[in-house]
């Protein structure tokens, strides 16, 4: 397993205390309008079967679990959300303790692998996207870093994926002369083929030299 972080708070009254950040969060309803309401119709919850799980693979430094109220979309009922480094997963109809069992060992598959994975074919067909991350254009500025605001069409364009690459620039930027006209940009921010061509045909044309870092 990963090694734990932690990162030093200090609370509103003064005291300092050491916080334990973790890798993943997963959130299940219990008790909203709709989810576990057996008597309108609902599937109950597997509630000790969550725990039971989360407590039996001893991840509690890597996954936090939380049994929530309402978390929506009522409509489907016995939703859980799952965030793992950065990264939402929603599930439908855990209706069963196989269901919650599937759920962890997927977390479990991620930890080993020290990344994010898709979802197995197991689960496939019981998730959803709540959030609209995926399909939603991005601004024109976005993936836009600071030093390219500050020198655009520069001679020399750093393309990376890496957004420390983009912060290293950034720093290294302050030292160099002003001729040497630097910027960079994110290809994290790029998502379809038009903003690709658009790309090529703008900032890109402009630079003589393109360092690329993977």
């Known amino acids: ?7 030093r708070v200090v609370r ?3 005291r300092a205390f050491n916080i334990t950040q973790h890798r993943a969060h997963l959130t299940y309803c219990y008790t909203g309008c ?12 597997p509630v000790d079967v969550y725990t ?25 009922a016995n939703v859980a959300s799952l965030v793992f480094d950065g990264k939402s997963i929603w599930f439908h109809s855990v209706n069963s303790e196989w ?3 599937q759920i ?3 977390i479990d598959s991620m930890l080993k692998a020290d990344r994010f994975l898709q979802p197995p074919a197991e689960l496939v067909e019981y998730t959803f996207n709540y959030y609209d991350w995926d399909v939603r254009l991005p601004s024109p500025a976005e993936g836009l870093t600071q030093l390219e605001l500050v020198r655009p069409n520069g001679a020399i364009m750093l393309l990376s994926h890496a957004d420390t690459d983009m912060l290293t620039l950034i720093k290294a930027s302050e030292s160099l002369p002003a001729e040497l006209r630097v910027s960079a940009f994110s290809l994290n921010a790029l998502r379809t083929e038009e903003q690709m061509n658009a790309l090529i045909a703008g900032e890109m044309s402009k630079a003589k030299v393109m360092p690329t870092a993977v």
């Open 34 to 45: 709709c989810c576990g309401i057996t008597e309108r119709g609902y599937a109950a919850v």
């Open 104 to 106: 962890f060992e997927y």
């Open 99 to 101: 269901h919650v069992r």
């Open 12 to 14: 509103a009254d003064g």
């Open 52 to 76: 039971e799980e989360w407590l039996k693979r001893k991840i509690r430094n890597d996954v936090h679990l939380t049994k929530g109220g309402c978390i929506g979309p009522c409509a489907l």
């Open 1 to 7: 397993m990963p090694t734990s972080h932690r990162q």
